[in-house]
């Protein structure tokens, strides 16, 4: 099938963009990779009036450092995201779980920013920039704010962006010298995650110093796993020490039963998933 | 809304509706019917072609999207008559049956080697994770890939050199923007 009807705008500033999307009132969207949106539309699923496209707005591409974070374009396309050299340096963690997103086509076309506002629970950026303590700057016509991640996804496919904002860039505090892994559980290609676990960790010696976890779709919205990351800390990166950790990792989940798994075969593969993200991570 | 579209070469000129997916413009527009429409959800990957040299699923863009962009179809790969190393490899390997997801593998396999020019087997799996094959004919595509990276790798004999450089100027043949 094709789309419905609607308008386009291809804004070039952030400036337009916000004024655009203030203009066209509440049945308009915004166009980002169009990874979700264009087969949302395709299906019928939706039928906004308007799309905002940025995919012409420059300023929202690429990463850049500020200081110790750093500064991810919402409009970066994954592609970019995974061969970037500052997010290898600093935030590992969010290009070892870009590299997992859908298939090579859909990388280098959907973005991050787009996939963090889409707010699917399966996708699987949104429990690396939980566990990371990601801020996301949002544009709107009564200027710009700082939402912390662990305020920003409300529930299945809703974020704390109000009508007529835009998220425009994603803070990540620099995590230099971790050790990252993501572990995704999925039966076939390129299908989104069942579970997901976001690991990473600081180990001096074989002492597991810092931990942060995070759980892709144990919850209508992204888990962190901080009984796990308390389980963790202090100790010998040991099997033995990473399998108790992993035990806590349903804490506070309340995973969904669908066609993929029950949600007790969820809490199973939390555990297992953050055992092995876990030791991936300590290496 | 009017785009222009250069499309394997040519540039294009035309007023289009907002909703046109690329791959409705491709082949209803344009007559590209080498892209194919093999699935409703942008899961089969039959539809690929490169925007600006990248690989996409062209049931998942729309055609504004593209406005300003240079696209390559499977019907802009043979030059002169001879077809790309790609789509040789591919006949010479049976790499098809039915062959609806030939052109969306091709196009991928020739991304692939561009940021991998010798992939071993499960680099190409996963490089071609995003193309489906409804007759399972997986063996022989993943041999095609790898014989026409042998093809193509540097110092490979004079006719893929001669394709290559007269095509897109890269060793693995697909233009960089």
């Not at chain 1, 420059?58 to 409009?75: F, H, P, T, Y």
């Not at chain 1, 676990?197 to 888990?223: C, D, F, K, Y």
């Not at chain 2, 696209?71 to 790969?77: F, K, R």
Request: aromatic share 4%; with cysteine; hydrophobic share 40%.
């Amino acid at each position: 099938m094709i789309p419905a009807q609607f308008d386009y705008v291809a804004p070039t500033t952030v400036d337009d963009a916000v004024r655009a999307l203030a203009d066209a009132g509440d049945e308009a969207k915004v166009l980002a990779g169009g990874q979700s949106l264009i087969p949302v539309l395709r299906m019928r699923l939706a039928a906004p009036t308007k799309l905002i496209d940025l995919g012409k707005v420059a300023e929202l591409r690429g990463v850049r450092e500020d200081g110790n974070a750093l500064v991810i374009g919402a409009m970066t396309s994954h592609y970019d995201v995974v061969r970037d050299p500052l997010i290898a340096e600093h935030a590992q963690l969010i290009a070892m779980a870009t590299s997992t997103v859908a298939d090579s086509q859909v990388r280098h076309r959907g973005t991050f920013g787009g996939s963090l506002a889409h707010a699917d629970p399966a996708g699987d950026l949104l429990a690396p920039a939980l566990a990371l303590d990601a801020e996301m700057v949002v544009h709107g016509m009564d200027g710009r704010r700082v939402i912390p991640a662990s305020e920003f996804f409300v529930d299945y496919f809703t974020t704390a962006l109000r009508p007529g904002e835009l998220l425009t860039d994603v803070r990540v505090p620099k995590y230099t010298g971790w050790h990252a892994h993501y572990e995704k559980f999925n039966r076939v290609a390129q299908a989104w995650s069942i579970v997901g676990v976001a690991a990473a960790v600081q180990v001096e010696g074989h002492t597991i110093q810092q931990a942060r976890v995070g759980l892709t779709n144990m919850s209508s919205v992204p888990v962190r796993a901080t009984g796990v990351e308390r389980a963790l800390i202090g100790q010998e990166a040991t099997p033995e020490a990473i399998k108790a950790a992993a035990e806590h990792a349903v804490e506070g989940t309340m995973p969904v039963a669908d066609g993929n798994a029950d949600a007790a075969y969820r809490e199973h593969l939390a555990k297992v998933l953050t055992s092995r993200a876990v030791t991936a991570a300590c290496g | 809304m009017r785009i222009t579209v250069t499309v394997d070469g040519t540039t294009y000129l035309d007023e289009v509706e907002p909703r046109t997916l690329l791959v409705q413009y491709l082949r209803e527009r344009l007559g590209k019917v080498g892209t194919v429409v093999g699935c409703d959800t942008s899961n089969c990957g039959a539809c690929t072609v490169h925007l600006d040299g990248h690989s996409v699923k062209s049931c998942a863009v729309l055609a504004v999207q593209a406005d300003g962009c240079e696209v390559t179809t499977i019907e802009g790969l043979a030059r002169d008559g001879q077809l790309h190393p790609v789509q040789r490899a591919f006949h010479d390997n049976h790499a098809l049956q039915c062959g609806f997801c030939t052109p969306g593998m091709i196009m991928q396999s020739i991304d692939l080697l561009a940021e991998n020019s010798d992939p071993d087997e499960q680099a190409v799996r996963e490089g071609i994770e995003g193309n489906l094959c409804r007759c399972t004919g997986y063996q022989n595509i993943v041999r095609a890939v790898r014989d026409a990276a042998h093809e193509m790798r540097p110092g490979a004999g004079p006719e893929a050199e001669r394709m290559n450089e007269a095509e897109m100027g890269t060793q693995a043949g697909v233009r960089r923007s």
